[in-house]
Nanobody, 121 residues
Framework: QVQLVESGGGLVQPGGSLRLSCAAS????????MGWYRQAPGKQRELVAE???????NYADSVKGRFTISRDNAKNTVYLQMNSLKPEDTAVYYC???????????????WGQGTQVTVSS
């Protein structure tokens, strides 16, 4: 089994910063891409940022220039540094990982439990 555990959410004022972390653990053979998604009330879950095992990144247009995704392959951890936060960034943020576990023939998507980010004055 593989688990993804997020941390770092909270309440922040507009213009502030937060850093999210997501650690993968369990019977991991290899991790391909990891990413962050978010879901605001009444809206569909959307991709925020993703990063491949080689470090290639992709961002939603709404967060380009403000958010930075990074990963520590040795720790099986992905980070999301969020700067210049806006009220519209308020959502539950979910970590995602495309992971091949020991004994499996194919990688599958795993999800964290989500962490709330609220941007409000």
């Amino acid at each position: 089994q593989v688990q993804l555990v997020e941390s770092g959410g909270g309440l922040v004022q507009p213009g502030g910063s937060l850093r999210l972390s997501c650690a993968a653990s369990g019977s991991i053979f290899s991790i391909y891409a990891m990413g962050w998604y978010r879901q605001a009330p009444g809206k569909q879950r959307e991709l925020v940022a993703e990063i491949t095992s080689g470090g290639k990144t992709n961002y939603a247009d709404s967060v380009k220039g403000r958010f930075t995704i990074s990963r520590d392959n040795a720790k099986n951890t992905v980070y999301l540094q969020m700067n210049s936060l806006k009220p519209e960034d308020t959502a539950v943020y979910y970590c995602n990982g495309a992971i091949l576990s020991h004994g499996s023939r194919h990688g599958i998507d795993y999800w964290g439990q989500g962490t709330q980010v609220t941007v409000s004055s």
